[in-house]
């Protein structure tokens, strides 16, 4: 008698911000994806996880339900609205949200956001005009500190502080690159920090011969 293959194991999910917050959120209840979308705004989610294209949410949770670790609840039905699926956690959805968690929360990744990138390469700009360009962006993360501060205010006292602990992480990263734009500024207005054309090149002609005189 040939024996039965074995039955195909269900494919495994890459670990990601949105596929975290969709098996948290359903940790709460069952919802289908504009209501799992609508309570990540409400719940102040979209500030550190990417969920304005709801396109990219819809394939979470696709790439979830092949995995296994959500299931189809019910499928609604209104003459007002489309159809909408409602999906549930399921017990191994359950545990690869505590395993990724604690992941995540332990364990820092390397990361690469586009700001230190530009900055590695600032050079290419002259002094005043990079001055100019962080003076900006000082300026919109001055707003965004004071939107967290607001946000932090509103809420204390209302929701338990380990609801708020993502705001005041982005409080605490806000103010701290904040200081650092308006000391980078102010050095690059006294003139305290610059460099010239001659100058770097200078310095690639002396980093190419190290080079060429290493064993």
Same mark, same amino acid.
């Given at each position: ?112 956001? !586009?700001?230190?990138?530009? *900055?590695?390469? @600032?050079?290419? +700009? #002259?002094?005043?005009?990079? /001055?100019? $360009?962080? %003076? &900006? ?16 205010? !509103?809420?204390?006292?209302? *929701?338990?502080? @380990?609801?708020? +602990? #993502?705001?005041?992480?982005? /409080?605490? $990263?806000? %103010? &701290? ?39």
């Amino acid at each position: 008698m040939t024996p039965e293959p074995p039955a195909p194991s269900a494919p495994t999910v890459r670990p990601s911000p949105l596929a975290l917050t969709v098996l948290a959120m359903l940790a709460y209840e069952p919802l289908h994806p504009y209501r799992m979308q609508r309570l990540m705004q409400l719940w102040g989610k979209d500030r550190v996880v990417n969920v304005g294209q709801r396109a990219n949410l819809y394939k979470t949770i696709k790439r979830l339900l092949e995995a296994g670790l959500v299931a189809v609840r019910q499928t609604e039905r209104d003459h007002q609205y489309p159809e909408r699926t409602v999906y549930e956690l399921t017990e191994a959805g359950a545990r690869q949200s505590r395993a990724w968690l604690t992941e995540m929360l332990a364990a820092p990744r390397a990361e690469f956001p !586009e700001f230190p990138a530009a *900055l590695s390469f @600032v050079m290419l +700009l #002259e002094p005043d005009a990079a /001055r100019q $360009v962080l %003076a &900006a962006r000082a300026g919109l993360v001055r707003q965004d500190l004071s939107a967290l501060e607001t946000d932090l205010a !509103e809420n204390a006292g209302v *929701l338990p502080r @380990v609801t708020v +602990l #993502e705001t005041e992480y982005l /409080r605490a $990263v806000t %103010a &701290a690159e904040l200081g650092w734009l308006d000391i980078v500024t102010e050095e690059l207005a006294a003139g305290t920090l610059s460099w010239s054309e001659e100058e770097l090149t200078a310095a690639v002609v002396d980093d190419t011969a190290d080079e060429a005189e290493a064993p």
